[in-house]
Each structure stands twice: as C-alpha cells, then as structure tokens.
C-alpha cells in the first residue's frame, strides 16, 4: 500500500509563490509516475502536470503551463509542485497521485491512478 501525503499549501496573494510536497511510504518509488491534480469547489478534478517514472518527462495542463513546475527527488520519496505566478483561480485542493502503468497519452486522467493524498488547500487572495 502506498500512502502519499501532500504539505505547504495556505494562503498566498496574487502573484506569490507556494511550493507543495508530496511524500510517499513506499520503497520503490521511482518506479511509480507522479502528477498533481486539483478541486476547486463545484468543479471536476483537474489534471495540473506529471513527471514520469525513469526519465522523469514532464507534461502540464495549458492553464499552468510556464508557472508552475513538477520535479521530484527519488532519493526523498518525494514530488514537488512549484506554483509560480499565482492568480486566484488557481484555488482549489491540490492532490498528489501515483500511478505504476504506462499511461501514455492517458495522464490526464484521474481514474488511472492508484493512490492518491489527502489534499492540501491552496488559496489565492486577490
């Protein structure tokens, strides 16, 4: 079983900075791919970006494209978020997920991961 737990979430204004962590119990993890996604309320969770397994290739949403970035470090068990240039939308609970399969072209989508956190909030005042 493989347990994630995100950090560094809060109150940030406009404009600001928030890096998030994502630390995972578990032995093999850079064999797992890695990615962020986020719930605003009312609305569907949203893919922000993915780091893969091996390589470490990097795929984000069109909407934080240029300010945020994924990186992780698998001597740490863990993955960051990066959020740079905050504005309010970016609101919402942030989750970090894990997934061992090839998703492909599939990252974007939430049921293909196996494990997920518990959330972390992140708010932008404007």
């Known amino acids: 079983q493989v347990q994630l737990v995100e950090s560094g979430g809060g109150l940030v204004q406009a404009g600001g900075s928030v890096r998030l962590s994502c630390a995972a119990s578990?032995?093999?993890?850079?064999?797992?791919?890695m990615a962020w996604f986020r719930q605003a309320p009312g609305k569907e969770r949203e893919f922000i970006a993915t780091?893969?397994?091996?390589?470490?290739?990097?795929y984000y949403a069109d909407s934080v494209k240029g300010r945020f970035t994924i990186s992780r470090d698998n001597a740490k068990n863990t993955v960051y978020l990066q959020m740079n240039s905050l504005k309010p939308e970016d609101t919402a609970v942030y989750y970090c997920?894990?997934?061992?399969?090839?998703?492909?072209?599939?990252?974007?989508?939430?049921?293909?991961?196996?494990?997920w956190g518990q959330g972390t909030q992140v708010t932008v005042s404007g």
């Open positions: 780091i893969t397994k091996g390589a470490g290739y990097t």
């Open positions: 997920a894990a997934s061992t399969r090839g998703l492909g072209s599939l990252y974007k989508v939430p049921r293909l991961y196996d494990y």
């Open positions: 578990v032995r093999t993890f850079s064999s797992y791919n």
